[in-house]
């Protein structure tokens, strides 16, 4: 009797291809792929002494890749891992923005209000900026770190105060709200404005008012004497090799750039924002809005790859940061380095990329 054979069904076409994987001998699954394909470019990166520190992707609320580089300290060679502390430099913006809405919808402030309302002795120049401006880097104040004897001051102990007198008197650079210049000056203003209508240090109402609701345990203000435990030392790479970063008093940055965190807790800030656990839905939309060009508040954002992409770094000595949020994927990549110059925006896109499908660039 002749058999006859049906046709190819259903089934049988999904385990040709699934064979692949299945079989002990065949390919790995393609999510451990690309997690292969993002730690060979980030350990290339870490060979070549262009990286050290911590990469951490989130999807739907899980870690699936978390992976550490290098030493926290040569001193100790402690490794890098997701709970090593890091100084976040300008991610630091987004805390003090999230502080002033938070400050609004308590009713004690509006991002409407003028910054002369806060300011003694305000400068005439200053009579048309808002709160809002500052947030949107929009109001055309000399930044402060770009003074040509700032690095020299920086080593030293800063009042909000005297900070505020190093630039009050620089011309203004355009007409508040007619375009955007990134500007540290507009966030040292909110963290006094923060000060002065809470009552309290810019610190202790974040801590009471985002850090601890949070449960963002390992999240800080760095202060002179601190001894915050299991923080990285900061490099710089130079004719020598591997350099301590040049010594920086964390007053100067201030609500621009003084917290400290790890990447675990940068997860948890990330979900809990953009989740909705902190901020009133009005407040989420006007901080992840771009109000003009790319800027929100404390955040940009744009796209990447055809993507909607929310995001931040900072630098700041011997660190360098980088954290993006894809929210239509619910994908959150952060980079976090202690060393300074690693082109964290390119290497946060790559890890993002690769994440997403693109194949590495010795297999194109």
């Excluded at 770009?146 to 900070?163: G, I, K």
């Excluded at 620089?170 to 210049?181: M, V």
Aim: charged share 20%.
């Amino acid at each position: 009797m002749k058999i006859i054979f049906p046709k190819r069904s259903l089934l049988f076409s999904l385990l040709v291809m699934l064979w692949p994987a299945l079989h002990p001998g065949g390919l790995r699954l393609y999510g451990q792929q690309v997690q292969d394909r993002i730690n060979a470019y980030l350990d290339a990166k870490h060979r070549s002494n262009d990286f050290r520190g911590v990469v951490l992707i989130v999807r739907n609320d899980s870690t699936v890749f978390s992976k550490g580089y290098g030493a926290a300290s040569d001193k100790t060679n402690q490794p890098n891992t997701a709970r090593t502390v890091f100084r976040l430099g300008s991610v630091t913006k987004q805390f003090t923005a999230a502080a002033i809405l938070k400050l609004q919808e308590q009713g004690k402030l509006s991002v409407q209000d003028r910054i002369c309302q806060y300011v003694e002795n305000c400068p005439p120049a200053w009579k048309d900026i808002t709160l809002h401006h500052l947030l949107t880097h929009s109001s055309g104040i000399f930044n402060y770190t770009a003074l040509p004897n700032f690095a020299a001051h920086s080593q030293e102990p800063h009042t909000v105060a005297q900070l505020i007198a190093r630039f009050r008197d620089q011309a203004l650079q355009f007409t508040p709200g007619s375009k955007n210049a990134y500007s540290n000056s507009g966030y040292l203003l909110l963290g006094h404005v923060i000060e002065r209508v809470s009552g309290k240090p810019y610190e202790a109402y974040l801590q009471a008012n985002i850090l601890r609701p949070l449960g963002l345990k390992h999240t800080g203000y760095e202060k002179e004497g601190d001894g915050v435990a299991n923080r990285a030392q900061g490099y710089v790479k130079g004719p020598q090799g591997m350099q301590e970063a040049p010594y920086l008093h964390m007053s100067v940055p201030f609500a621009a750039g003084a917290l400290y965190s790890t990447a675990e807790d940068l997860k948890r800030w990330n979900q809990q924002l953009h989740g909705g656990k902190l901020l009133s839905p009005a407040s989420l939309r006007a901080m992840t809005t771009p109000h003009q060009e790319a800027f929100g508040y404390g955040l940009f954002i744009d796209q990447h790859d055809n993507r909607k992409r929310i995001h931040h770094g900072g630098n700041i000595n011997g660190f360098e940061n980088y954290v993006s949020y894809y929210p239509d994927q619910k994908v959150c990549v952060i980079v976090m380095s202690n060393q300074a110059r690693i082109g964290g925006h390119d290497m946060n896109q790559e890890v993002a990329s690769l994440w997403f499908g693109k194949k590495p660039k010795d297999s194109e």
